[in-house]
C-alpha cells in the first residue's frame, strides 16, 4: 500500500470516526482502523467498528500501491492532527504502516488484517432516499430524551417510524418525550418501525452537510443502513416493541402559556443555580400576570426570579420541573416563543414551538416533580 | 460564626476500654477487638498496650498478631458499645441540642449557647468528661475550640484522657507547628505528597498560595487552605442523613467459582433488602466491591430507573456488574454491595414522577454486555 493524501482532505474525512471507537475495550481489534487502499479506482477507505455500529467512510486519493492495513485509531488520529498541512504519505512496509509528512516520519505497528471484523455490504437497492437536512432536524430533537438506563434497553435509542406519508421519530426516559414529525408523501417498499440507538445517528447527525440533499436508507431485518455522501453507516436495531407512548400525551390540557423562550431560559438559569442537586427542582408559580420562578436548597440558600411579560390563559397553578430536562426541551425549540400547555401539577406538561410548520411538527412531554 | 464554642468529644479506644472495663482480666494487657488472628479480619480497636506494638485500627488482624503474638484477641461486644454510646449522648443533651455524632464513639457539640448556660466551654468540657467517667467508668478525651476541625485537632492532642483548648489566639501558633499527618482530613497518602513538596508542618503548609495548592491537590487544596488558618464554617449538624448503605463479606479463603461469589451477593443483596425495607429507603445506584486476593480493589456502578429495594434486582444487578467485570483467573477475597443515591420514603415531596407506559416495560437485568 502507498498512498498520498492532503492532510487537511484526510483530517475532513476521518475526524469523527474516532467517536465510533469503543470506549470500554472488549476486544482490542476494535480500538483499530482498517483502512482499504484501491489502485484501480484511487479510493481509500477507512472502516471503524464497535460491532453495532460500523462506519465506513470513502474518499479519493492517489494510490499508487493498493493494499490493506489495520492501525491503531488513536495513534493515527493524534498523528494526523498533529501533521502541518501538507501532503502525507502512507507506505505500508511488511507489518509497519510508515507515515511521512515533510520532516515527520512515524512507523505504526499494524495488526493483522484478518483479525478486523467482517464488514457489510453496502446495500444499493431498495434505498429509500430522505431528505438529510429533515433527517438531522429529526435526530437534532428528539436524541437528547433518550434513556441511559440499560435495563430497559428499548428506551436507549429512537424509535423511528416510516409511514407512506410521516416519518416519525420519538424518544423517552420515562419522564420526558420527544416527537418529530415529518408530513410528506416518500415511495418506500412498504411500512417500517425500528428502535436505532443513538450512536449511529449522532454520527450521521455530525457528518450532514448542507451540500448533500439526501441520505439513503436501506432496512434489513437486523440492522440499518444509511448512506450519506461518503459515509456509510450500518447500525444494528434494538429488539423489542416501543410502547404507545401517545396514551400519555394529555388531550385536554387548557392551562396555557406563552413567553419568549430566552427570557424563561435566562431566569431558569440563574434560580437553577441554588437547585438542589438532587432533584433540579425548579418552581414556578404562574398566573395571568406573573410566573415566580424560585429554587430552595435547605443547606445552600435560594433563588427568586418575576417574570410579567407573558401571556398565559388558565388557572392560577403551581407545578415543579426537573430544569436540566427543562432545559434539553428549550434547547430545542426553534421559535422565539415558547408555548405549554399544563393540566395539573401532577400531569405532564407539553410543549411546542409557537410558529407551526407546514410540513413538520414537534411536541415535548415532560413529567412534573411532585410537590409536597 | 467567629465567637462559637465547639467541643469534639472522642472515647479513648472505645471497644477496647469498654472490654477492659467488663473484663477485669483484659487489663494491663495488650488487647486487640475485631477479627481473629488466623481469620482475615480487621482490627477494630485496641487499647494503648497494643499500640505501643505500632497495632493500629483497620490493621489485619494476622499483622497484628505477628506483631504481638501475646496480644488477646476478642470479637467486641456491639450491644454494650451501643449502650455506653447512649449514655454518653444523654449526658451531651443534657448541655445542649446541637450534638454532632461522627460515629459511635465522638461527637460535636456546640455549646455557644448552652442549657445550663455555662460561659466557658472548657468548663462545659470538663463537667462532660467528668460525668462521662462517673456514669460509664470510661474516659474521653476533649477538645474546645472555636471550629470543628480544630476541636478535633484538639481533642486527639492530649488523648487518650485528656483536654484541650485551642483559643483564637493561639490557633496561629498551634497549626504552624503541627505536622502536617495530625491535621484531621489529611491522609497518609496526602501527607506523603504534602512531604514531597517539602510540607511538613502547619507552617510550611500556610506558606503556600491558593492557587498552587489547588494546582497539587484540586479542591482538598481549597481545604487545606482554609485549616491551616483556621478557617472552618461547619456548622455543627444535627440530623445526620445516611448517604448510602452497604454490606459486605470477606471470605475465609480466596474465591475463584462465580457460582459461589453469585451465591454471596444472593445473601448480601437478601439483607440489603430488608435493611432498607426497615429503614424506608429505596436506592437509585448500585455499586459492587470487589477485593481481590492481591487486595487490589475494584468498585462498578450501576443506576436503575427508579428506586428499589427489590433483593433480587439488587442481587442480579450485582452479579451483572461481577460477570461483566471481574478479571478473568482472579481469586477474590471480599465482595461488597453498597447501595446509594438513597430515597426515603417518609419524605414523599419533590419526586420525579415517570410516565406509566415506561413503568409497565419490564426491566431487563440480563442486560449485561
Known sequence: ?372 | MSCRKIIHVDMDAFFAAVEMRDHPEYRGKPLIVGGKPDSRGVVSTCNYEARKYGIHSAMPSSQAYRLCPQALFVRGNFDAYREVSQQVREIFYQYTDLVEPVSIDEAYLDVTENIPGIASATEIARQIRARIREKTKLTASAGVSYCKFLAKVASDFNKPDGICVITPSQAEDFLAKLPVGKFHGIGKVSERKLRNLGIKTGADLKRWELKDLLKHFGKAGCYYYNIVRGIDDRPVRTSWTRKSIGMERTYATDVADMEEMKQSLEKIGKKLSDSMAKKGIRARTITLKIKYDNFQLNTRALSFPEPTRDAKIISHSAAKLLEKHLGTDRSVRLLGISMSHLHREEVSCDIQMIFDFFKKVPWKLDEGR
Open chain 1, 1 to 372: 500500500m502507498k498512498i498520498t493524501i492532503d492532510k487537511q482532505d484526510l483530517q475532513a474525512n476521518i475526524q469523527h470516526l474516532y467517536n465510533i471507537v469503543p470506549s470500554k475495550n472488549t476486544m482490542p481489534i476494535l480500538t483499530n482502523y482498517l483502512i482499504r487502499a484501491d489502485e484501480e479506482r484511487n479510493v481509500v477507505t477507512f472502516t471503524v467498528t464497535d460491532l453495532e455500529i460500523t462506519v465506513i467512510v470513502e474518499f479519493p486519493a492517489s494510490v499508487i500501491d493498493g493494499g490493506t492495513a489495520v492501525v491503531s485509531a488513536k495513534n493515527l488520529t493524534d498523528i494526523i492532527n498533529s501533521l502541518p498541512d501538507r501532503t502525507v504519505h502512507f507506505i505500508l512496509e511488511e507489518e509497519n504502516l510508515r507515515i511521512q509528512c515533510e520532516h515527520s516520519k512515524f512507523n505504526l505497528l499494524c495488526a493483522e488484517t484478518s483479525q478486523f471484523p467482517l464488514i457489510p455490504q453496502k446495500a444499493v437497492e431498495n434505498v429509500i432516499e430522505l431528505d438529510s437536512q429533515m433527517f438531522k432536524k429529526m435526530i437534532d430533537n428528539t436524541h437528547f430524551a433518550v434513556s441511559n438506563e440499560h435495563n430497559r434497553p428499548i428506551f436507549t435509542g429512537i424509535f423511528w417510524k416510516l409511514t407512506n406519508d410521516t416519518q416519525l421519530m420519538v424518544a423517552t426516559d420515562g419522564k420526558k418525550i420527544a416527537e418529530f414529525k415529518i408530513n410528506n408523501l416518500i415511495d418506500i417498499p412498504e411500512e417500517t418501525e425500528q428502535i436505532i440507538p443513538t450512536k449511529g445517528l449522532l454520527f450521521l447527525d455530525k457528518v450532514i452537510r448542507e451540500d448533500i440533499p439526501s441520505v439513503q436508507v436501506h432496512v434489513e431485518p437486523n440492522r440499518v443502513m444509511f448512506s450519506y455522501g461518503n459515509y456509510t453507516i450500518f447500525s444494528h436495531i434494538i429488539e423489542g416493541k416501543f410502547p404507545d407512548y401517545t396514551r400519555a400525551i394529555p388531550a385536554n390540557n387548557t392551562n396555557i402559556l406563552k413567553i419568549s423562550k430566552t427570557l424563561l431560559k435566562d431566569a431558569v438559569k440563574r434560580v437553577s443555580l441554588m437547585a438542589s442537586d438532587e432533584t433540579f427542582k425548579v418552581r414556578f408559580d404562574i398566573n395571568a400576570s406573573r410566573i415566580d420562578i424560585s429554587s430552595a436548597n435547605r443547606e445552600e440558600g435560594e433563588a427568586n426570579e418575576v417574570i410579567e411579560d407573558l401571556n398565559y390563559i388558565g388557572d392560577p397553578i403551581t407545578i415543579a420541573f426537573n430544569y436540566r430536562y427543562l432545559n434539553a426541551i428549550l434547547n430545542v425549540i426553534e421559535s422565539n416563543e415558547v408555548e405549554f400547555r399544563m393540566g395539573k401539577a401532577t400531569e405532564p406538561a407539553l410543549f411546542f414551538n409557537t410558529e407551526q410548520k407546514d410540513d413538520y411538527t414537534a411536541r415535548f412531554l415532560l413529567m412534573p416533580l411532585r410537590l409536597n
